[in-house]
């Protein structure tokens, strides 16, 4: 935001009452406003002689009322459930860091989320849920049924992924971190069938899909070798 819009943007909440500012602050919809325009509205509540009451969260925020019906082509990461599949266990849950950097740059891109991507992906299980919910209400608002029911599927995906602290062998049981993501993907799928039919689902393995796979494959032999004679490596 440059000078002149920061002016204009200041000069428009002085227009604002007290009781306006506060009910701004509090919802705290920060996709609906500038960047910086939360910090102009403190300041001004200050001015006003009004502490600053507490915010909602900004995550139920930014995702409360979303109207997702604009026509955007095909919505989110399309891929089938046997690609999502393997390349989730053979990657060792790295394509699943892919999976929600993919589909938080759809809603960046085309809802104007305003998120990171890259860290929504790399930190999927903490902003699973968001995810989740997003894609239900987004097939909702196109009439279309979806057996999603986020909290149950968040709840599964962050327990499967910390079985990694459990001992071997069962800590592998994270290596199917990838299942409560199956629902979620259909889905997704179903509503590019609605919205974007002529949009191909991507089930193709590309070079790099493949080289993922190979290395991952003799990362899995090592680990079965382990199992099998836990006394080699002693």
Known sequence: MDKM???????????KTKQELQDIWVENKRHEWP????????EE?????????????????????????KDVGQPFFAVTPKKL???AFFTWGFYEIYWFYRNWKFLKEKHDFKVSPLARGIFGPFFCYSLFKIVR??????????????GVLATCYILMIITYKLPSPFDLISSFSFIPLLTVQRSINNLGQRLSPQTRVDSRFNGWNIF?????SLLWVL???????PETGK
């Open 223 to 229: 680990v079965i070798l382990g199992i099998m004679f």
């Open 5 to 15: 819009e920061e002016g204009q943007l200041r000069s428009t909440l002085r227009q």
């Open 85 to 87: 599949i393997v390349m």
């Open 212 to 216: 993922g796979i190979v290395i991952g």
């Open 45 to 69: 509540l200050i001015a006003k002689g009004v502490k600053p009451p507490a915010q909602k969260n900004p995550e139920e925020s930014m995702l409360k009322g979303r109207d997702y019906r």
């Open 137 to 150: 209400e987004y097939s909702e608002q196109h009439q279309l049924k979806t057996g999603i029911k986020e």
């Open 35 to 42: 960047e910086g325009a939360f910090n102009i509205i403190k």
